[in-house]
């Protein structure tokens, strides 16, 4: 599998919203065969803001819990990292158990 293209939902936040530290953002990858892939991505500082917020909201049991479709837990989310994630999971033959396929267009 090759890559063509890296989507990252963070690339089109305004400038200073992409705190790489304490982030969870949607990738699509898109594969020499054209094929699309996603997952999500949250920093571990996330969850714990996560957490924190939801105490406060109520949300998942007031933080008791949390969830992500296709969650990758990452210690930095910037673009370099995700990148090398991505070619990590492709080379040792994860990828697809970890991304999700997304219907062709």
């Known amino acids: 599998m090759e ?3 890296i989507w990252m939902e963070a690339e089109e936040w305004a400038e200073g919203e992409w705190n790489t530290d ?3 953002l949607d990738v699509v990858v898109t594969l020499s065969d ?3 892939w996603t997952a999500t991505f949250f920093t571990y500082q996330n969850i714990q803001s996560l ?3 939801n105490k406060i909201s109520g949300e998942c049991l007031h933080g008791a819990y949390l969830w992500g479709s296709n969650m990758i ?3 930095i989310a910037s ?3 995700i990148c090398r ?3 990590d999971l492709i080379e040792r ?3 697809d158990s970890i991304f999700t396929r997304l219907e062709d267009f």
């Open 3 to 5: 890559v063509l293209h």
């Open 22 to 24: 304490d982030a969870n």
């Open 34 to 36: 054209h094929s699309r």
């Open 51 to 53: 957490r924190e917020k």
């Open 73 to 75: 837990l990452i210690d």
């Open 79 to 81: 673009s370099e990292r």
């Open 85 to 87: 994630v991505i070619s």
């Open 93 to 95: 033959n994860e990828f």
